[in-house]
């Protein structure tokens, strides 16, 4: 199967940090992938990379086939992204802000607006609809980015760490989203997080990075059971251990 996100020896080089280094993996169409990392792991980088906000230093990846330099509009517009940090417009409503959003993918009319009404509904924001952005609890903000980022019925969801301003029923909400999203409509979901519980929930295929390096990617449950490790947190500790010990640092 030709996989949805296919990303080859992948490298970003800043002035004197190597941010993401020689990164290879692929997820496969309708797939929640975790892509886990410390942070200043590099899951940022590689994520803009994909979207074609920043240019590789080498190597290549591909969207759903598509090259992300040389096809970088293609690919965000098949493409949601929410990023980690952003401030919405205070002085927007929910329901206008998704309009403007749409209105950058070209898209208005009564179509939008029932995407609107689909969205406001899915992350519980019906009642706050008509509310300014400026007064939204970092919680509410962040299913207003989640709702953004699915205006445009995306074929590949990128989600820079979604759960961190959530919840504990606010997360179990996100992961309930994602699953159902990659179950009825096939959507490919690529989240990064550092929060290794989520991951366990969410998904059955993983990628680890620790400064920029992948220390691993596959089926978490063969990776836990390669490693001799029933959980996730120890299956993280015992890679992060090992590189360290390959890289000469005691911890
Ligand atoms: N514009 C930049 N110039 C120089 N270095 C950068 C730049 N952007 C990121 N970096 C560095 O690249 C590395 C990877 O950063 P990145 O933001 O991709 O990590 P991350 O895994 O997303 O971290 P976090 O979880 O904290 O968001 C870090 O060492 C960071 O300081």
Redesign the pocket.
């Known amino acids: 199967m030709t996989p949805a996100i296919d990303i080859r020896g992948l490298t970003k080089q ?2 004197d ?1 190597r ?2 280094d020689d990164v290879t993996f692929s997820v496969a169409p309708g797939e929640v992938f975790g892509f886990v ?10 994520i803009q990379m994909l979207l074609g906000l920043l240019r590789p230093t080498a190597g290549s990846a591909r969207v759903l086939g598509r090259d992300v330099v040389a096809d970088s509009l293609a690919v965000r517009r098949i493409s949601g992204f929410l990023p ?1 940090s952003y401030a919405l417009p205070r002085d927007m409503t929910p329901v206008t802000f998704l309009a403007y959003v749409a209105s950058m993918f070209g898209l208005s009319g009564k179509p939008v607006r029932n995407k609107i009404d689909e969205l406001l509904t899915m992350f519980d924001l019906g009642k706050v609809a008509k509310k300014k952005l400026g007064g939204f609890s970092s919680g509410m903000t962040q299913k207003v980015g989640l709702a953004q980022a699915l205006i445009n019925d995306p074929q590949v969801l990128f989600l ?2 979604p759960s961190t301003a959530l919840d504990p029923i606010g997360r179990a909400d996100l992961m309930r989203h994602l699953a159902t999203l990659a179950r009825d409509k096939g959507v490919t979901v690529l989240f ?1 997080t ?1 929060i290794l519980s989520d991951i366990e929930d969410a998904s059955q295929r993983v990628a680890i ?1 620790h400064h ?1 390096r992948l220390l691993a990617a596959g089926d978490l449950a063969e990776l836990k059971a390669a490693h001799g490790t029933p959980r996730m947190d120890d299956l993280y500790l015992t890679l992060v251990r090992g590189a360290m010990a390959r890289e000469g640092i005691t911890p």
């Open positions: 800043y002035k940090v941010a993401v990392g410390h942070n200043g792991a590099g899951k940022t980088t590689t980690a820079d760490e990064s550092h990075l920029g």
